[in-house]
């Protein structure tokens, strides 16, 4: 007798076999990744992660010890005072704000209008007349001024280190009210010589207190190297000795290239 074999069984067996072949990959694999676990059972992640929490808790105990160690070394006055000249306090005390605009009017055709706006060197011989009149701290649009803190500008805008800031410029100072105006508001002083011949807008008040935040910059030195008083004297010595021994020197030696220097317009040979 013959057997006939129809399509439909031939689909299903083909099948059958396909979904086998699978159940074994499956097998295999799940075999594979298994043994490649770097932990094996539940035991011993349930260790590894004791000790991962034992050594957190540990170095969040080195972290306060540290802290309360810094917290003691502050009640130094003298480390205290470092601390505050270089900007890493925030501070309050009296002094006086000054505010900076650009002139309000409208400008006649041929006035030159950057003449009219506030630039950065507006701010730069501000904030040094304020030091020469004993400032203690100073900030400009909510940033501190410290010794290492540049201003410039990137077309009108100006910056302060890399941080952009923009009329009106609110200048803060801390130290004797009286004296920081007076040094501002001088005849032939300040706001005479650079505000008036502009019409630049300032309004200058006296407060009682002010707060300056602390200096966000880096304070890191890559370069610089704290020496000893000797070594600096005998290093400054040592300069005067070989300036005194030669004659007054000049871009390229000589003064008559000195004065070349300048008729060609700066330019180097």
Same mark, same amino acid.
């Given at each position: 007798?013959?057997?006939?074999?129809?399509? *439909?069984?031939?689909?299903?067996?083909? $099948?059958?076999?396909?979904?086998?072949?699978?159940?074994?990959?499956?097998?295999?694999?799940?075999?594979?990744?298994?043994?490649?676990?770097?932990?094996?059972?539940?035991?011993?992640?349930?260790?590894?992660?004791?000790?991962?929490?034992? #050594?957190?808790?540990?170095?969040?105990? @080195?972290?306060?010890? &540290?802290?309360?160690?810094?917290?003691?070394?502050?009640?130094?006055?003298?480390?205290?005072? &470092?601390?505050?000249?270089?900007?890493?306090?925030?501070?309050?005390?009296?002094?006086?704000?000054?505010?900076?605009?650009?002139?309000?009017?409208?400008?006649? =055709?041929?006035? #030159?209008?950057?003449?009219?706006?506030?630039?950065?060197?507006?701010? @730069?011989?501000?904030?040094?007349?304020? *030091?020469? $009149?004993?400032?203690?701290?100073?900030?400009?649009?909510?940033?501190?001024?410290?010794?290492?803190?540049?201003?410039?500008?990137?077309?009108?805008?100006?910056?302060? #280190?890399?941080?952009?800031?923009?009329?009106?410029?609110?200048?803060?100072?801390?130290?004797?009210?009286?004296?920081?105006? $007076?040094?501002?508001?001088?005849?032939?002083?300040?706001?005479?010589?650079?505000?008036?011949?502009?019409?630049?807008?300032?309004?200058?008040?006296?407060?009682?207190?002010?707060?300056?935040?602390?200096?966000?910059?880096? /304070?890191?030195?890559?370069?610089?190297?704290?020496?000893?008083?000797?070594?600096? @004297?005998?290093? &400054?010595? =040592?300069?005067?000795?070989?300036?005194?021994?030669?004659?007054?020197?000049?871009?390229?030696?000589? /003064?008559? #290239?000195?004065?070349?220097?300048?008729?060609?317009?700066?330019?180097?040979?």
């Amino acid at each position: 007798m013959q057997i006939q074999i129809r399509s *439909w069984q031939v689909g299903v067996g083909l $099948a059958s076999m396909f979904l086998g072949m699978l159940l074994v990959f499956q097998l295999r694999t799940e075999t594979k990744i298994k043994q490649n676990l770097p932990t094996k059972n539940v035991n011993s992640l349930a260790a590894l992660i004791n000790k991962l929490e034992t #050594d957190r808790t540990r170095l969040e105990d @080195e972290v306060d010890r &540290l802290r309360q160690y810094l917290h003691e070394y502050d009640k130094d006055d003298e480390v205290r005072s &470092l601390r505050m000249a270089s900007g890493l306090y925030p501070l309050k005390g009296e002094g006086i704000e000054v505010i900076l605009t650009d002139a309000s009017r409208e400008l006649r =055709a041929f006035e #030159d209008p950057n003449l009219f706006i506030i630039h950065y060197d507006h701010l @730069e011989l501000l904030i040094n007349e304020l *030091w020469a $009149a004993g400032a203690e701290a100073i900030s400009i649009n909510g940033e501190r001024i410290a010794t290492r803190t540049g201003l410039s500008c990137a077309g009108t805008t100006i910056l302060v #280190d890399t941080k952009r800031i923009a009329p009106p410029y609110i200048i803060k100072a801390i130290g004797d009210q009286k004296t920081l105006k $007076a040094a501002l508001t001088m005849p032939g002083g300040y706001v005479q010589t650079r505000i008036l011949p502009y019409e630049l807008g300032i309004f200058i008040e006296e407060k009682a207190e002010l707060y300056i935040p602390a200096f966000k910059g880096s /304070l890191v030195f890559e370069h610089a190297t704290v020496v000893s008083e000797e070594e600096l @004297e005998a290093a &400054l010595s =040592a300069e005067k000795k070989g300036i005194d021994g030669q004659r007054e020197v000049f871009p390229y030696g000589d /003064l008559s #290239d000195f004065q070349n220097f300048h008729e060609d317009g700066g330019e180097s040979r």
